[in-house]
T-cell receptor, first 113, second 112 residues
Framework: DSGVTQTPKHLITATGQRVTLRCSPRSGDLSVYWYQQSLDQGLQFLIQ???????AKGNILERFSAQQFPDLHSELNLSSLELGDSALYFC????????????FGPGTRLLVL | DQQVKQNSPSLSVQEGRISILNCDYTNSMFDYFLWYKKYPAEGPTFLIS?????DKNEDGRFTVFLNKSAKHLSLHIVPSQPGDSAVYFCAVIGGSNYKLTFGKGTLLTVNP
């Protein structure tokens, strides 16, 4: 158990809908990262937050957004969902002085029908 | 263009023998190199890392070697155990944002 929690574990929805994925980092970690794992693209970095502020953006679509709250949990919002958004979404966190080591949650499996 | 390549999609070894997983990268500016292990239906688990200023790091049965001139990273598992069977991802970090760039993974199967 990495200490990073993600909810829900599974999500099934329809095209055009909007969903919210939630992540709670390990105690004491200030950085939260979101990654998407799809069959053809592998694990891809989406976005990073550090202590509530956006730090870096990767291959994140405009239909997707994220935020980190004062209690440091983070939410990833996916809207106008398409079939191709079906994937595993992972959250990771890292400690302030050990940012090179990220600890991953169990992931949320999203299926868009 | 892939910055991190794991050219072997799968590897099969016998229990007790050495497993060697390989990874090539393109950018010499990467600062850290990591290996993650992933079981089905779980998130990646951090295994071992090495900074760009070192060429070897060891942790129990796991040793990571970094060859900067060849831009090559390898993970040695000795002795291999059936519980090591999983997908292994190499990942790199470069720049100030600490985002991980992953390879596509190698499925390791350790046969009893």
């Amino acid at each position: 158990d990495s200490g990073v929690t993600q909810t829900p574990k599974h999500l099934i929805t329809a095209t055009g809908q909007r969903v919210t994925l939630r992540c709670s980092p390990r105690s004491g970690d200030l950085s939260v990262y979101w990654y998407q794992q799809s069959l053809d693209q592998g694990l891809q970095f989406l976005i990073q937050y550090y202590n509530g502020e956006e730090r870096a953006k990767g291959n994140i679509l405009e239909r997707f957004s994220a935020q980190q709250f004062p209690d440091l949990h983070s939410e990833l919002n996916l809207s106008s969902l398409e079939l191709g958004d079906s994937a595993l979404y992972f959250c990771a966190s890292s400690a302030p002085l050990e940012s090179e080591t990220q600890y991953f949650g169990p992931g949320t499996r999203l299926l868009v029908l | 263009d892939q910055q991190v390549k794991q050219n072997s999609p799968s590897l099969s070894v016998q229990e007790g023998r050495i497993s060697i997983l390989n990874c090539d990268y393109t950018n010499s500016m990467f600062d850290y190199f990591l290996w993650y292990k992933k079981y089905p239906a779980e998130g990646p688990t951090f295994l071992i890392s090495i900074s760009s200023i070192k060429d070897k790091n060891e942790d129990g049965r796991f040793t990571v070697f970094l060859n900067k001139s060849a831009k090559h990273l390898s993970l040695h598992i000795v002795p291999s155990q059936p519980g090591d069977s999983a997908v292994y991802f190499c990942a790199v970090i470069g720049g100030s944002n600490y985002k991980l760039t992953f390879g596509k993974g190698t499925l390791l199967t350790v046969n009893p």
